[in-house]
T-cell receptor, first 118, second 114 residues
Framework: DGGITQSPKYLFRKEGQNVTLSCEQNLNHDAMYWYRQDPGQGLRLIYYSQIVNDFQKGDIAEGYSVSREKKESFPLTVTSAQKNPTAFYLC?????????????????FGPGTRLTVL | AQSVTQLGSHVSVSEGALVLLRCNYSSSVPPYLFWYVQYPNQGLQLLLKYTSAATLVKGINGFEAEFKKSETSFHLTKPSAHMSDAAEYFCAVSFTGGGNKLTFGTGTQLKVEL
């Protein structure tokens, strides 16, 4: 079953603790993305990776870190430096859509992880 | 810099009525435009995308959108709303055909009433 897995679905942490969100894909896509979603603000890009062992900061990278040691995995760590970490976090990959003609890449999204910091 | 503006954070329609969700973009170069749908506590699903091949783009679930350069708009429409269309809809813009670094609008919550 191909797709993007984000675990867990819901995550609770105490303030001041680092927490790592998992994102795994078996779509064989090179590019992966992390977004943060807050009510009324749409999605904002945190980090992205175009290829293994390489990643770039997005628009709101402060307080977050990532790694890309394997093509299939792009974990996101929310550090204690992130001042307002409670949000819905979405992971995405980029690959050919195959749905339309001509074929262009599109982003495919995982189901998300809702992080609540108490 | 590229950006999108979605007019109306909440839209309510009756079942069977026309759905119109507005999106205006700002871009200094020809854009690629996307509409995504999100159901509660789920990821986003692509409805349709404009990649300069045709100005009227048909997507899934009966939705379509028309690219109007003169109005810098890419409004999403559906002739007849169904209860299952209730969701949040996001317009997004990118410069590249690869969807790289999408910039999203703030979203429009669609409510469908009986």
């Amino acid at each position: 079953d191909g797709g993007i897995t984000q675990s867990p679905k819901y995550l609770f942490r105490k303030e001041g603790q680092n927490v790592t969100l998992s994102c795994e894909q078996n779509l064989n896509h090179d590019a992966m993305y992390w977004y943060r979603q807050d009510p009324g603000q749409g999605l904002r890009l945190i980090y992205y990776s175009q290829i293994v062992n390489d990643f770039q900061k997005g628009d709101i990278a402060e307080g977050y870190s990532v790694s890309r040691e394997k093509k299939e995995s792009f974990p996101l760590t929310v550090t204690s430096a992130q001042k307002n970490p409670t949000a819905f976090y979405l992971c995405a990959t980029e690959g050919p859509s195959g749905r339309n003609s001509p074929i262009y890449n599109e982003q495919f999204f995982g189901p998300g992880t809702r992080l609540t910091v108490l | 810099a590229q950006s999108v503006t979605q007019l109306g954070s909440h839209v309510s329609v009756s079942e069977g009525a026309l759905v119109l969700l507005r999106c205006n973009y700002s871009s200094s170069v020809p854009p690629y435009l996307f509409w995504y749908v999100q159901y509660p506590n789920q990821g986003l699903q692509l409805l349709l995308k404009y990649t300069s091949a045709a100005t009227l783009v048909k997507g899934i679930n009966g939705f379509e959108a028309e690219f109007k350069k003169s109005e810098t708009s890419f409004h999403l429409t559906k002739p007849s709303a169904h209860m299952s269309d209730a969701a949040e809809y996001f317009c997004a813009v990118s410069f590249t055909g690869g969807g790289n670094k999408l910039t999203f609008g703030t979203g429009t919550q669609l409510k469908v009433e009986l």
